[in-house]
């Protein structure tokens, strides 16, 4: 290597570097610009951006969740809805094993037969008695003797009557162990309470059901229903932000996940009673403390993709702005 | 008269190619531990730049850094929903626990759960599966040097199992992202599912992300949210701030590297300092002829100016060339993945070692300059 060439290779070196330096440099920074959302969250629509209240509930029917069990435990024997089915007022919804009711209906249908012809064949000696009472009052023999035959006529007569009225009264008791035993298969049907809907069936013919709620707490009624048109959404909102609610107006809803799809509900009603609101943590001791307004809502006939009991996130428009406002605002 | 200054400098090649060596050495030593630091502390924001959608970070008042903060309620979801400004705001879950690897030891995963609907939350480079995966049930989505630490060895990556607070754990897919300060392994999954997979107390949300409206001032918007909530809220450049402070503040870190860059400095001082002042001592007949024969101090300061600049040149390129080959070499690993080279440290480097190079130059000189050009000739 010429003296030339050397004096130039640490030039060089530092040139590269310099370079190196430059190109790693310029690159830079990682990428850390803001990003657009792919799917979006709910976004308060244009005419709530102002002052606006924001909560979370559940999509439920305008009846709320009608849970029926049977008045009586037993096995169920027959279920005749499907959830879905809309059922009118009255209407069979499961029947429950009623043999020994209706045995017991039986048993009381044959004592009012019984009954009934007891009643007949009092009638008969009774009827007996007052004609041969009346042909003895017709002789008019005034003899100690006729005298003697005429008194037993005349018990004979009373005691028949007597006889003709305690079949009555049985025929009556049988009449009312008849009806008892009737209600009582009644008591083994359950019957819809209301027109509505079908949303849940729990029960299987075969199977134990309880009357009430089950033992151990745990909540699972026979058939769930209730009045689906329209749906109403049942909106939570913070106990602070009670003061701020506009009452009355229309809240914008959309169904979770498909947050795009914002419907406006009408005001339906407010619930007096501020509850805890509910955590699912899935822990046995939940301590509460907070508390929410629970705000009813009607859906609009024509939304679609709202499932009962499916979650909603609301926007209500408020009273004011958000207390105080921002420094600096006009 | 440059020309002359620098076949002084290079002739003699040994103190030469020492003077380079000082200088490239402690630009080295400073660009390099300065940019390990910064990288290293900046890990504490990463948890914040991997979700670029959100640029409203709102915690509870009291919340310091993204690993230490108290649970929220869920319905501050909804009021801070309600703040004039916010575009939209979605529940965050970070939370540390612990799961058994399937070679049976212990691991520290912290637990992410993103919006259930959005998924705002999970890092966008996918290196394996896709976000849409995470809707399965028990899907979660593992980084790429913590699916490494639980899962070593080869063979499919995706379908894997493992249990989470006796929950079980699918891995749905692997992404790319930065590791955080502490490094633990992320999980990143859905919010109701994060709320299974980690025991914790009643009230569970770590965080609300929320964006601003556009148009909106995000620094406005957080202050409405804390006025309006109570809660803190902040911007995310902030936040990220927040927690490199914090980071800075609570570990020895910062001081260890600051020893080390200050150490980087004094070595190159005296390496630098006392080999150009020798150089000139050494060529101080040469200055003294150069006197003699009427050249004035002026420009001899020139000379030597023209020296220190020179060497200052190479040196520094040299060392900064060293120092980003070094970080672009290693930026690839697990311990230094997302290092990046900010330019303000080569350049705050060069500066300080130039600065340096001329001040001893000129402090090596006063010698020469106050020299009877005679005494040469005695």
Known sequence: MTALGRRWILPLMALVGLALAFWVALRGEPDRTIGAARILPPVAPASLTEARVAGAGLVEPASELVELSPLVPGVVTEVRVVPGDRVVKGQLLLALDARDARARAGEARAALAYARQAITAARVERDAAARQLALLRRLSEPSAIAETQRIDREEALRAAAARLALAEADAGRAAAALESAETEIGRRELRAPMAGEILQVRTRPGQYVTAGPAPGGSSTPAITMGETRPLHVRIDIDETEIGRVALGAAAIVAPRGRATEQVEARFVRMEPLVVPKRQLTNQASERVDVRVLQLIYALPEDARGFAIGQQVDAFLPARGPASPPPAGAP | ???????????????????????????????????????????????????????????????????????????????????????????????????????????????????????????????????????????????????????????????RELELNDRRAVVAGIVDVDPTFTSGVLFYTRYAQALEFVPGTRNR??????????????????????????????????????????????????????????????????????????????????????????????????????????????????????????????????????????????????????????????????????????????
């Open chain 2, 205 to 378: 949300m770590s965080f609300i992300l929320a964006r601003a409206a556009p148009g909106e001032d995000p620094r406005e918007v957080a202050r409405r949210i804390e006025a309006a909530t109570g809660l803190k809220a902040r911007e995310r450049t902030d936040w990220v701030g927040d927690n490199i402070d914090y980071v800075i503040a609570f570990t020895g870190i910062p001081f260890n590297f600051g020893i080390t860059v200050a150490l980087g400095f004094v070595v190159g001082v005296a390496i630098v300092g006392l080999t150009f002042s020798l150089f000139i001592r050494d060529n101080l007949r040469q200055f003294g002829a150069l006197k003699a024969i009427g050249v004035t101090n002026g420009q001899i300061r020139v000379m030597v100016l023209v020296q220190s600049a020179w060497i200052a040149l190479i040196g520094i390129a040299i060392g900064t060339g060293l120092a980003v080959v070094f970080i672009e070499s290693f930026n690839n690993t697990d311990q230094f993945k997302g290092f990046f080279q900010p330019w303000q440290i080569l350049a705050g480097t060069a500066l300080v070692v130039a600065l340096m190079v001329v001040a001893t130059g000129m402090l090596a000189i006063r010698g020469v300059l106050r020299l009877d050009p005679a005494e040469v000739f005695r």
């Open chain 2, 1 to 159: 008269m440059w020309w002359i200054a620098l076949r002084m400098l290079t002739g003699d090649r040994v103190k030469y190619l020492g003077l380079l060596f000082g200088i490239g050495f402690s630009t080295l030593l400073i660009a390099q531990q300065a940019t390990l630091f910064v990288n290293l502390v900046g890990r504490a924001g990463n948890a914040v730049w991997a979700v670029p959608e959100a640029d409203i970070w709102v915690m509870d008042a009291k919340a310091v850094a993204v690993d230490g903060t108290l649970p929220l309620p869920d319905t501050d979801l909804a009021r801070v929903r309600g703040v004039p400004g916010v575009l939209w705001a979605v529940p965050h879950l970070r939370e540390g626990g612990s799961v058994r690897t399937p070679e049976g030891k212990l691991e520290r995963v912290s637990v992410i759960g993103v919006d259930d609907a959005s998924l705002i939350g999970v890092p966008a480079r996918f290196l394996e599966g896709s976000r849409e995966a995470l809707r399965a049930p028990g899907a979660i989505v593992v980084d790429e040097i913590g699916f490494r630490r639980i899962f070593p060895g080869k063979g499919a990556r995706l379908g």
